[in-house]
Structures are given as structure tokens and as C-alpha cells.
DNA sequence: TATGCATGTAATCAAGATTAATACATCAAA
DNA sequence: TTTGATGTATTAATCTTGATTACATGCATA
């Protein structure tokens, strides 16, 4: 199995709010059709991204969403943590049932739950280390370069 | 979601193979009891191990499982990559339909593919550093201390 | 060589998770 | 008060997983 990908829906989303800003109206149906998905997944993922103070939103006529906190102060790990990427934050799915009556399954959980945290922290870091303030510079530049090149 | 529960339960196999070599049959039916679930579950991991070359199978009358490497030669990368614990080997699952017609949506692949190369692979790398070797030692460890304890 | 036992593998079924879609209540602004 | 957008429950369709059954295949031994 892999992770959600709400995880990248969100990135995408966060990423709409910061460029379209002023170009069109962001509401969950137009950023819904930059994503390719269904308006209410667009607004659940607000709900999560709200709940961790990433975004405010706004209800009513001429609602929609806004950043509420710099794009370089928003991480790729702030966002994968919001929207519930993996079960109970868990990576690593672990079978249920070792037989305690066997050395080995009554052992096998304690000697790898402490590797898995490891290799499961090692990731999460490096996803600490990327921003949105990049995501953004680097969508821009490659929009820019489209301009260009259409001449 | 989360990474296959076939990964722990590889590991969880190997693990028996070492520690349970001569104490009791190396089948699918015992080590099966030792994991917790189905035998055909661990006959179809026999099949992904074997075909990395980890272990040797034998069947018919007393068959069964034995390493082909040592154990610090096995590392949980190769576990992991043996048992497709991830779809195509991609960890994250981006969403499918992104929009051509919008700026982003026809950008924000690009643009997130190698930020998600580079977070799995400082994953991969972690894994790869850790042995069954390890895992072993510690699993026996554990279990020598249960029997001090037990008097 | 015949028999028994274990693997190899296909097929089926139930359970759980994901996503889409519908519907409607709630709320803000004009 | 009307309009338009979010908040959220619910249902249905799709997918994946895992358990289970069944049986063919192959090896060892009597």
C-alpha cells in the first residue's frame, strides 16, 4: 500500500491557494478542478488543513480560503501530518496476531518497533527540510517558462 | 495508508527461519503459527523471497525454508523491495487527474516528483542500513533473558 | 514405485478503506 | 432576504487485503 494521496491533493490545493491568488475565485470547486477530484474531498482536506491553523476559511457568499501562515513557514511534513497521510501516524503497518506463545512472536514486536520509529522518523525530517516557499518557486518558475516559450 | 503488513511479516518469517532452525519444522504451517496468519500467506511470501534469491525452499516430505544468505548480508531494504510493500515501488500515491488546463495542475507533478524521490529514498537508505543480523541478535537476546528470568 | 507430506498457485469470499456523489443544514455578505 | 459557499452525513461503487478452500506439483522415503 502507499500513502493517501491526499497527501499530494493537499500539497496541490496549498500550492492553488499561493499562485491563483487574485486570478480566480478559490473555493473548493474551482481548486476541485485543478485537482481533479470531487469538491467535497477538496472541502474535507480545508477541514484538516483548518483544524492544524494551516489555512483559514471562509464561509458564504464570495467565501473560499487563504494561507495563514507564510508558504516558508508551512513544511511538506506540517502538511503530510494534517491531513491523516497514515493510520494512527503509523507507517508501518504491523501484523496483528504474533503468537505469544512462540519466542520469536512474542519477541518480534518489541525488537522492530524501535527500528521502524527510526526509519520512520528519517523520512519525516527530510519532509521537514521542504517547504511550500519552494513547492511555490518552483511551480511559478516552470509557469513562467511556459510564457516564455509560447513566445 | 500504510506499508503492507507483508513487510513485518517477512521479517517476522526470516526471523523464525534463523532463531527456530532445528527446534522445530521450517514449513509454512509452523512458522504460519508463529506470524499469526493464513499458511498460504507465508507460502506466497516463501515465493517473493525465493525469487530475490534470500531463501532456498524445498518441497515434499520434509521440506521447508533455509536462508541463502548470511544474515548481515540481508538487509531490510532488500525485505521490504521482496515483498512489494509499496504499489510499483512508489511510496506516496499521487492523484491521478491533475488538470492540463490549469497552471498548477499541469505543473505540480513535475514539481513534486523529485521532492518524493528524494524523501523515499532517505527512507530506502535507513532501511538499508539495518541487518537481519541485527534484528536476530536482538531477538535472542530477549529471549535468553526470559529464560534467566524464568529461573 | 507407490505413498505421504509440503510447496505452488488459482479462485472465491468477506472485510475494510477510498472516493465519488447526493443532499441538505449552516453561515456570511450584499 | 436572497445568494453562494462551506460543513457534514450518508450512500454507493471501486479497490485492496487477507482468509480460506481446493487441488496440482514435486520430493523423500518406505
Redesign the interface.
Known sequence: ?????R???A??VL??VA??DGQMPLNSETIA?????NPVAVRNIFRQLKAVGLITVQRGGNGGVALARKLSDIT?LDVYRAVDS??SG??????????AA????R??H???DG??A???D??EQ??AT?TLA??VT??EA??AK?AQQAG
Chains 1, 2 share one sequence.
Do not use: Y
Request: charged content about 15%; glycine content about 6%.
Open positions: 500500500m502507499q500513502i493517501s494521496s497527501f499530494t491533493i500539497v496541490h500550492t492553488c499562485v491563483l478542478g485543478s485537482v481533479g477530484v511538506l497514515v493510520e503509523q507507517l508501518f503497518h504491523f501484523h496483528e496476531n504474533p503468537n512462540c519466542p520469536v512472536g519477541n518480534i518489541h525488537v522492530m527500528r521502524l527510526e526509519i520512520q528519517e523520512m527530510k519532509m521542504m519552494d513547492v518552483d511551480t516552470l509557469i511556459e
